[in-house]
């Protein structure tokens, strides 16, 4: 792998930061709607959630064009990443994905006992799809792609995703985790979704964390072949981890589609300011299709952590391919104020 991060470890007091921008949440949710169908839920809290779960099911095949065998849910999409790797890798294989890119299906394979084909992302940060069907052999038992990928913020070419994906899952099931997608204008239709409708074996992850705020209220699905998701269901149980209030709260979140538009707008104006201050201050980024930015800096990454903490600023902090980065999410527009501000003292 040629990236690594620094300092992870350390997360900053959160109440101690004027403004928190390291861990890529939406700082406007929960919806309202979302907050008032959870406060009203938490009454119910002394019985399983199953039917209810059901109903959200329902609601979810619907918008993905989908039947409900073919949903699974979980306790945010991290679960469904960890569980499909324990599933997946439990007589070990290897898992092809790029480097850099988000790794937490990728350390529980490792851990399960599985190898990591790491394949670099193309000099315009997108998938090398070629590269990544190349490396697969006879013993890979999964394919991941997350698009728009996380650290990079970058997307890959739909077409050629959609070519990639429907051959390649022919021989060995591709992951395509969409936490992102909700950001874009266009994302149902950058989606990899239909594909499952195609009968297709491709797994795609999604989260009620990012578009919808509510990233600590733990909600996110895989959609998949029934198949594919039976292997998985048969020892895991992803729908147990959710909370009853949470089952509630993501069905109103679904119909606030208002709340939705304003987090992409709102987001994609501070996409743009932070653009334009790296702009003048003469610093590269790479074009985001995410809540967060990635810039190169001029500046050995712990002591950047450090210089930003002091100023009261949360980042994220990488080295790639030998260079310093900084990974900001996008918080509000006053937060993105100080983050500008701090970065121009720091980077003097
Ligand atoms: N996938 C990607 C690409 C992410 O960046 C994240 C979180 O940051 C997740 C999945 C997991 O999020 P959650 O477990 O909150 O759904």
New binding site residues.
């Given amino acids: 792998p040629f990236f690594k991060e620094f300092n992870s470890k350390v997360f900053p007091d959160s109440a101690k930061l004027l403004a928190k921008l390291n861990a ?1 949440e939406n700082p406007y949710g929960p919806s309202p709607m979302a907050v008032e169908a959870f406060k009203n839920a938490t009454q119910l809290g002394n019985r399983y959630a199953w039917r209810e779960l059901f109903d959200l099911m329902d609601k979810i095949a619907v918008k993905e064009g989908v039947k409900i065998e073919n949903v699974m849910m979980g306790p ?4 469904l ?1 960890e569980k499909t790797a324990m599933v997946m890798f439990a007589e070990g294989g290897n898992v092809v994905s790029a480097d850099p890119s ?1 790794m ?1 299906l990728i350390k529980v394979a490792q851990a399960t006992g599985a190898s990591w084909k790491p394949v670099p992302l193309k000099d315009d940060w997108s998938h090398d799809l070629k590269g990544m069907e190349a490396a697969i052999d006879k013993d890979t038992k999964l394919v991941y792609i ?1 698009n728009p990928n ?1 650290p990079t913020g970058s997307m890959t070419d739909h077409a050629e995703l959609v070519d990639f994906c429907s051959r390649v899952s022919e021989k060995v099931p591709v992951f395509v ?1 969409e ?2 997608m909700g950001f874009l204008e266009d994302g149902d239709k950058k989606s990899m979704v239909n594909l499952v409708a195609e009968g297709k074996d491709v797994i795609i ?1 999604r ?1 009620f ?1 990012k578009i919808h705020g509510m ?1 600590g209220l ?1 909600v ?1 699905y895989i959609v998949a072949q029934e198949a594919t998701l039976d292997k998985i269901q048969d020892i895991t149980r992803g729908g147990m981890g959710i909370t009853y209030p949470s089952v509630y709260a993501a069905s109103a979140s679904m119909d606030d589609v208002e709340f939705q538009n304003k987090s992409r707008k709102l987001n994609a104006e501070c996409r743009e300011f932070v653009y334009s201050t790296l702009e003048k201050m003469g610093y590269e980024y790479v074009p985001s299709s995410t809540s967060f930015i990635l810039f190169p800096i001029e500046m050995e990454g712990e002591k950047f952590l450090e210089k930003m903490t002091a100023q009261g600023v949360g980042v994220r902090a990488f080295d790639i391919m030998d260079k310093n980065w900084c990974r900001v999410s996008m918080g509000t527009m006053e937060e993105m104020k100080i983050f500008s501000t701090a970065l121009q003292k720091v980077l003097v």
Avoid at 76 to 79: A, F, K, L, Q
Wanted: glycine share 10%.
């Fill in positions: 890529n945010g999409s991290s679960d990443l988000y937490s997350c996380n985790d936490a992102y992850a989260t964390s990233a733990r996110g």
